[in-house]
């Protein structure tokens, strides 16, 4: 079934050409053992995700030698931006160095993305809190070298033998990192909330409540919940519902959503009752975990809120403007993007002139095919 409908050439997407698709979750991501700093715990990480990536239409799942690469930066740019609809995207990176040499998903690399491909690539940032001012120093280096307007952190550390927690709303550890934030212009802190990998316990990522003093300490900031759905929608609607700078990411949700339809119109439905609608929503792929294409064609083209969910407890129905907010124009809002100014800088670069004639089908670039 996917294999129709998910392959086509951009003359077949006039639907999209007036989209603008901004994937917020892009990680050049080092799977390559020699990147494991936990030994068999590093593995059971990466394996992890790699069972997440096999709920992939089954045509699209990566072999484990495939799938288990450090990506070089050419193969990461010319499979998003060759075989998808993705205009533009955040290269994402982790801080999990306590189980991996780089992090997993490098700060680094991705600041390197952002130079070598600037229309392209966007950089945010991310620290570890628990690091004190040598985390803020690090901030202002990403800030000054990279130019990011949006950190991501991860609340859950592996060290001493045992996972570790730090609280959104911990004064100080968490408030400091805010304060540089606002100093630096970093308008965006974005947190990892629902899943739990390897040895990171699910109550550290369940935790959600911590988030609620920051937003009403920090007004001035844009806080996201990433992977809303899992573990924690109950609590960040009623948090949604009081305070307006509380935004929200389905990456990862969605990817369970075209195989469970029904639990994710409850994710969004629940999202689009209490705040309102869907202008807090963005996307991300979880790109190089999952495709990019098929998430975009299957939301735009075929998702719709099951109509008994609508009916039995009042959730609003997507539309197609509600849709193309949450997989673009959403997310160039809160990162003060101009859609317009965005487009003109790549019109007619490497990848639009190559992808005119048709996007490459899913995984061709590393599969030399």
């Known amino acids: 079934m996917f294999k129709q409908r998910f392959y086509r050439g951009l003359s077949d997407l006039d639907m999209y050409k007036d989209a603008f698709v901004l994937d917020v979750v892009a990680h050049p991501f080092n799977f390559h053992e020699n990147n494991y700093k936990r030994g068999k715990l590093s593995k059971m990480f990466v394996d992890n995700l790699y ?29 998003i931006f060759l075989e998808s609809s993705v205009d533009l995207a955040v290269a994402h990176p982790l801080p999990l160095d306590d189980f991996f ?36 120093e690090q901030l202002e280096w990403q800030v000054k070298e990279c130019g990011v307007k949006a950190i991501k952190l991860y ?13 959104a709303d911990d004064d100080k550890v968490a408030y400091p990192i805010y304060e540089a934030a ?35 300490s920090f007004p001035e900031l844009n806080f996201v919940v990433f992977h809303v759905g899992f573990l924690t929608v109950d609590e960040v609607v009623w948090m949604m519902y009081r305070y307006e700078n509380l935004w929200v990411s389905i990456a990862g949700s969605i990817n369970f959503g075209y195989i469970a339809p029904e639990w994710f119109g409850h994710v969004l439905g629940k999202v689009g ?59 160039a809002r809160l990162m003060g ?3 317009d100014e965005a ?3 790549v019109r007619n670069d490497e990848f639009e002139s190559r992808r005119s004639s048709g996007l490459l089908r899913p995984w061709s670039v590393i599969r030399g095919s």
């Not at 997440?52 to 499979?79: G, K």
């Not at 609340?155 to 609280?167: A, M, S």
């Open 343 to 345: 487009l003109a800088k």
């Open 101 to 136: 040499h780089d992090g997993l998903a490098d700060v680094k690399r991705c600041c390197e993305a952002a130079r070598k491909y600037p229309g392209r690539f966007i950089a945010w940032g991310t620290v570890n809190p628990l690091l004190g001012d040598r985390a803020i």
């Open 182 to 216: 606002k100093e630096l212009g970093v308008r965006v802190v974005a947190f990892h909330k629902g899943f739990a990998f390897s040895v990171q316990p699910v109550e550290h990522t369940a935790l959600l409540t911590d988030v609620e003093a920051p937003l009403s």
């Open 273 to 331: 009752f209490f705040s309102g609608g869907y202008d807090r929503v963005i996307w991300g792929s979880e790109f190089t975990i999952f495709h990019p294409e098929y998430q975009v064609r299957w939301f735009m083209d075929s998702y719709q809120i099951p109509e008994n969910l609508v009916k039995g407890y009042g959730y609003p129905q997507l539309t197609e403007e509600d849709k193309k907010k949450i997989l673009g124009l959403n997310a």
């Open 51 to 79: 069972t997440f990536h096999r709920i992939s239409p089954p045509d699209q799942v990566l072999s484990p030698a495939e799938y288990y690469r450090n990506w070089d930066l050419d193969s990461f740019a010319r499979t």
């Open 155 to 167: 609340q859950t550390r592996y060290d001493y033998g045992k996972p570790l927690l730090w609280r």
């Open 337 to 339: 993007i101009n859609v």
